[in-house]
């Protein structure tokens, strides 16, 4: 074994050096087994989108079919489809941000502006600072780009504008290269929390005056529970953010219909880097979501998410009151996650095959740092099982966390070899979502 790959492959010398960030992750074998309809998965974050009427979305593809097949069949332009931008505009709008349909680029979901945004930004061993933790896929772009990802803390209220300064200096000192920050403000991936407006205010400041650009990555934001977040990080500064959005958790990721808000010299290169990387963004899909948001009442359908997954949220804070009192998680006010810390003793990502064996799926904490850092924390989420479900789910979690925690007390340690579960079976399972 290489870090480029297994002996076994023929090609495993050829391979590019930023192929070393490609590795699978451990888990992800574990995850194929977690996909059995027996064991109850809070480790993949998929929006429920059985709660989104067929006819909404048959009704708009027909129309497509009637009106616009020639179009929608056929290649876009590199930038995406006019008057979809048109509607992005109108939605940015409901957080603050005013902005042209010019700056707007549609990608393949937010995903792939991630991936074109850090393939603009990052030479070889540029610093991607980011919050402690941050979203496992995008830590896996700025690996394969070859950036070095630099966590940065935070708290209840998100990144802690402190803690920036200091990180900002001390890789200064030691001579690095900062490109952007990459922060989700509202109902964070994993963390759940949601940055509050002074924050926003603050980070913003620092960052403009240490010449860094800020990505702002928003999938989540107009799926609030209680209260709206603070408006967008993108309404304060047109010059120093660019913005990421996606149609993925407020209709369907099938779509796979994303975009990115940019300042303007940033918006030509991302058209182009867009062309380069797949011509244009699928256009189907494109006209598709145009037709929904032009007849169906989409701003209904993201309210009925918004009470689905607040229900959830519910299920998942009381059950974890109930069977994990002693524990501390973070309550988000919207979105798909809590996090969950574990008492010292316990490892998240060991305890895992366990956790399966016992019927439940999480994330360990081990997947949201680019440093190893998170075997005490492990994501749930909420968003795809039925609260009956996470109920159950949770109860489980308690007994493998008590199991655990009972053979330290007799035994010193819960370390044993775990049965890992039987994964052959698993080759054709759908790849694993823990993103
Ligand atoms: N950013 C965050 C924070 C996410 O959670 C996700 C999906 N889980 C994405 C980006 C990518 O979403 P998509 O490509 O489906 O728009």
């Known amino acids: 074994m290489t870090d480029r790959g297994t002996s076994l492959d023929p090609w495993y010398d050829s391979y590019a050096q930023r192929t070393a960030g490609l590795s699978a992750s451990e888990v992800r074998a574990l995850f194929a087994v977690a996909s059995r309809p027996e064991v109850v998965s809070l480790a993949g974050g998929m929006p429920f989108v059985s709660a989104l009427p067929r006819e909404l979305v048959t009704g708009s593809i027909d129309r ?17 489809l006019r008057t979809l931008r048109e509607h992005i505009v109108d939605i940015m709008a409901l957080e603050g941000v005013r902005a042209s349909a010019e700056d707007v680029v ?49 708290d209840d209220q998100g990144l802690v504008p402190e803690a920036l300064r200091e990180t900002i200096a001390r890789l200064r000192a030691a001579g690095k290269r900062m490109k952007f920050l990459y922060t989700i403000p509202n109902f964070h991936n994993p963390a759940g929390v949601t940055m509050s407006r002074e924050r926003r205010i603050e980070i913003l400041d620092i960052c403009r005056s240490n010449q860094i650009l800020v990505l702002e990555d928003n999938p989540y934001g107009l799926l ?40 303007h010299a940033v918006r030509e290169k991302l058209v182009l880097a867009n062309e380069s990387a797949v011509l244009a963004p699928n256009s189907f899909g494109q006209y598709v979501v145009n037709a929904y948001l032009d007849a169906a009442d989409w701003k209904a359908q993201i309210t009925t998410f918004r009470g689905l997954y607040a229900e959830r949220r519910d299920a998942m804070l009381a059950a974890l009151a ?11 006010n919207g979105g798909f996650f809590v996090w969950l810390t574990l008492p ?5 990502k060991a305890m895992l095959p366990r956790a399966v064996k016992e019927l439940v799926a999480y994330t360990p904490g081990t997947a949201f740092f680019a440093d190893g850092r998170g075997g005490g924390q492990m994501r749930l989420s909420f968003c795809y099982p039925t609260p009956e479900q996470i109920r159950t789910g949770v109860k489980r979690l308690a007994t493998v966390v008590n199991d655990e925690l009972e053979l330290i007390e007799t035994f010193g340690t819960a370390a044993r070899p775990a049965p890992v579960p039987d994964a052959a079976q698993t080759v054709s399972a759908p790849p694993p979502n823990m993103s």
């Open 64 to 80: 497509v079919m009637e009106h616009d097949a020639a179009m929608a069949l056929q290649y876009g332009g590199g930038q995406g």
């Open 106 to 154: 549609v990608t393949t979901g937010s995903q792939h502006a991630l991936d074109l945004v850090t393939r603009l930004f990052i030479d070889p061993g540029d610093v991607v600072l980011a919050e402690s933790p941050s979203y496992v896929g995008a830590i896996g772009v700025f690996r394969s780009y070859q950036a070095e990802t630099v966590h940065v803390a935070m």
């Open 224 to 263: 609030w529970f209680d209260e709206p977040a603070p408006q967008a990080i993108r309404s304060i500064d047109e010059d120093g953010v660019v913005y990421l959005g996606s149609f993925s958790k407020t209709l369907a990721p099938g779509f796979r219909v994303g975009w990115a808000l940019a300042p």
């Open 322 to 332: 109930e069977f994990l009192p002693d524990l501390q998680w973070t309550t988000p």
């Open 344 to 348: 010292d003793q316990l490892d998240s």
